[in-house]
C-alpha cells in the first residue's frame, strides 16, 4: 500500500507545488504522521526536505524554460537567507517535543490561512512587467522573508512555500506569476541544507522506520520515502505548470487558502487528541 500511496502523494505535491508555488509538506508531513502514527518528527522532516528538494530542482527547472530568469546575486540572497533559517529551525527540533511540533505545524498553517485571505493577490501577469530587484533595501526584505520561512520550515517541515507565498505576496508585491519561481528557487536550497544536516546527524532516540523501506535508511534519512515520493512528483510538475497559467490568482488564492485551512484544522484535531 505503501507503494501506492507515497507517489499518489506525490503527484498532487508536484501539482500544487508548481501552482501555489508550496514545496509540498503542507501535504507530505500530515500524510505521513497519518500513515505512521508513531514515526519520528526527524523523520518525517528529513523526508520532506528530501521530496522538497528534488521537486524544487524540477519546477525550476521548467520555469526556466518558460523564461524566467533571475541575477546570481539575487540568487545567492535567496539561498542563503533560507539556508540560515533551516540550520536554525532544524537545531530548534532536537530541544522540542514531537507533539509541540505539530501543533506548531497546525498553528503556522492556519495563520498563513487566515493571512493569505486578508490579502490581495496581485494580477500582473506579463513576464516583461516586472524584474527581480536590486535596491539594498529591497534585497533585504526578500533576505528576511526567507530566514523566516526557512526557520519553520526546519522546524516543521514545511519546504517554507507556505510562508513565503503570502510574505512575497502581501508584503513585497511580488507579481504572481513570478511568485511560485522563486519560492521553488528558496525551498530548493533550503531543502537540501535541512536534508544534509538529518543526513549526518545519528537519531536522538529510537525512531520509527517503516519495516518496508528500511533498508533504505541512513540515520535520520529514509532514502525510500523521498525516492516514492518525488517519482510523483516528477510526473505532475509540468501538469501544475499548466493548470497554474490558466487559474486566475483570486481563483488560487481561494484555492490555497481552503487547502491551508482543512490540513491545519486535520493536524491541530489529531495533536490536541494524542
Known sequence: MVYILLPITGIFVGILSTIFGVGGGIITVPILYLMFPKISPQLVISTSMGMIFINSLINTRNFLKQ???ITLHFFFNLSLGMTFGVIFG??????VSPMAIKKIFGVTLLFVAIK????????????????????LITQIKYFLAC???????????LGGGAILVPVF?????????WVSFLSNICMGSGALVGLLS?????PINDSFQPEILSFAQFNNVNFGLITLLSTGALLSSRLGIKLGE??????S???FTGLLVIISSKILYNSLNF
Open 198 to 202: 538529518y543526513l549526518y546527524t545519528k
Open 67 to 69: 523564461g524566467k530568469k
Open 116 to 135: 493569505t485571505t486578508l490579502s490581495k493577490a496581485n494580477r500582473k501577469t506579463s513576464k516583461t512587467d516586472w524584474a527581480p530587484p536590486s535596491g
Open 253 to 255: 488564492k481561494r484555492l
Open 90 to 95: 532544524t537545531n530548534i527540533v532536537n530541544s
Open 147 to 157: 530566514l523566516l520561512a526557512g526557520t519553520l520550515a526546519g522546524t516543521t517541515g
Open 169 to 177: 505576496i502581501t508584503l513585497l508585491r511580488t507579481p504572481y506569476n
Open 246 to 251: 490558466r487559474l486566475d490568482p483570486i481563483t
